[in-house]
């Protein structure tokens, strides 16, 4: 098997991949090895918004290199779906803090932001995310309460 080369662009294979010009990526994807798409996919899991998750996506777009495309495309959902279920529970963690803070009820908490205490159920579960007003307006009523252990903004 002969070894993955770049032609026209300004980078080696041995480059870091977050290095790689997109016409890169799409030889690595197009014509690269197994060794390739797991540096690919490395990258991809570490920033999976980030600009290689993005080119990524951007040649897949209109080049559907057999096997490697759905591989690369399930690399990219599954890895934002846990990063994204990471910080619904991240965030589902700071509002259960902010109620104990508060030491308010649950009902009385959610009445002080303007909330049913249903919706504040939802964030306190992570099904719902709440908004960046409405986190401002709950660290707001447990900041009396806590001290300076809250995030303030």
């Given at each position: 098997m002969t070894e993955l080369t770049f032609r026209n662009v300004d980078a080696s294979p041995d480059d870091l991949v977050?290095?790689?010009?997109?016409?890169?990526?799409?030889?690595?994807l197009e014509r690269g090895?197994?060794?390739?798409?797991?540096?690919?996919?490395?990258?991809?899991?570490?920033e999976p918004w980030g600009s290689v998750a993005r080119q990524v996506e951007d040649v897949l777009a209109y080049s559907?290199?057999?096997?490697?495309?759905?591989?690369?495309?399930?690399?990219i959902s599954d890895t934002r779906e846990s990063v994204k279920r990471d910080e619904r529970e991240a965030v589902a963690a700071?509002?259960?803090?902010?109620v104990e803070a508060s030491g308010l009820s649950r009902a009385e908490f959610a009445a002080d932001?303007?909330?049913?205490?249903?919706?504040?159920?939802?964030?306190?579960?992570?099904?719902?995310?709440?908004?960046?007003?409405?986190?401002?307006?709950?660290?707001?009523?447990a900041a009396p309460h806590e001290g300076a252990n809250l995030h303030r903004t």
């Open positions: 977050v290095e790689w010009p997109l016409e890169a990526i799409q030889t690595a090895s197994l060794k390739h798409w797991r540096r690919l996919a490395a990258e991809i899991r570490a559907r290199p057999y096997g490697v495309d759905k591989l690369m495309e399930r690399v700071e509002v259960a803090e902010l932001i303007g909330t049913s205490a249903s919706r504040l159920s939802t964030y306190l579960s992570g099904k719902v995310t709440p908004s960046a007003a409405l986190m401002v307006r709950m660290r707001r009523l």
